[in-house]
């Protein structure tokens, strides 16, 4: 529930700056404290993950294992253009069992209710076969 919290307070901050997007890293990627090569780095992050960013000019905002920080936005790849972080079209799901009530599990990323949180083997698809 804190890491929900964290993440939704990071993307209410950014709402001034820019609006929330997915990516993929493209190469082990360094997450750094400030948005600068000499910003201290804060965590690694692995080829292939899949993140929620808003980036503004070479730098994108992040979290990874509940650290938040910048990336350089040549180690991304787009996956889903930027998206509104709230209004008519969004959908939350807290979990699995209430995507599956509501009848849309699973769902592909770039979907209205799609979250990283439900794609922990992050294949794309949140609350696929055997994911709570």
Known sequence: MHKIVQAS????ALL??????TAVTTTTA??????????????VVP???LLTVAC??????TTFQGRGGY?????????????????EGTRFFA?????RRAG???????????????????NGWACDAGER
Not at 30 to 36: T, V
């Open 9 to 12: 307070a990071l993307a209410l």
């Open 16 to 21: 001034g700056t820019a609006q929330a997007a």
């Open 30 to 43: 360094n997450l750094r404290r400030a948005p600068s090569m000499s910003g201290p780095v804060v965590a």
């Open 47 to 49: 080829q292939g993950r």
């Open 56 to 61: 503004q000019g070479n730098w994108c905002r």
């Open 71 to 87: 990336m350089a936005r040549t180690l991304l790849r787009p996956v889903t253009n930027s998206a509104p972080l709230a209004g």
């Open 95 to 99: 979990t699995c069992q209430a995507m």
């Open 104 to 122: 849309v599990a699973p769902l592909r990323i770039g979907n209205p209710g799609y979250r990283v949180a439900l794609d922990p083997n992050h």
